[in-house]
């Protein structure tokens, strides 16, 4: 009976040993250049990239640019209605 709990022990230690090497060389043959290959795909739009900005900073960009146009239009909407002149008839 010891021996068995003895061998079982045995086999799970070398399994544990396997599996780590396998991951080990996953990691590094598989998963590692794929990294290399996204990183050097999407250089542009990474964050040290056009000074600091990201994508998100355009959106909101483009947004608080959005708001102005609709506030100058507002304001000129009102002023079209303030000079109109009335016709009389």
């Known amino acids: 009976m010891t021996e068995a709990i ?6 799970a230690g070398a399994l544990s040993a396997i599996g780590g090497v396998v991951f080990i060389i996953a990691k590094y043959a598989i998963v590692k250049p794929i990294t290399n290959y996204i990183d050097a795909r999407t250089v542009q739009i990474q964050k040290n990239t056009n000074g600091g900005r990201s ?13 102005k146009i609709e506030h100058l239009g507002k304001r000129v909407e009102t002023l079209e209605n303030t000079l109109k002149v009335p016709q009389s008839l």
């Open 6 to 11: 003895i061998m079982g022990g045995q086999i």
């Open 55 to 67: 994508l998100t900073d355009v959106a909101l960009g483009i947004a608080r640019v959005e708001r």
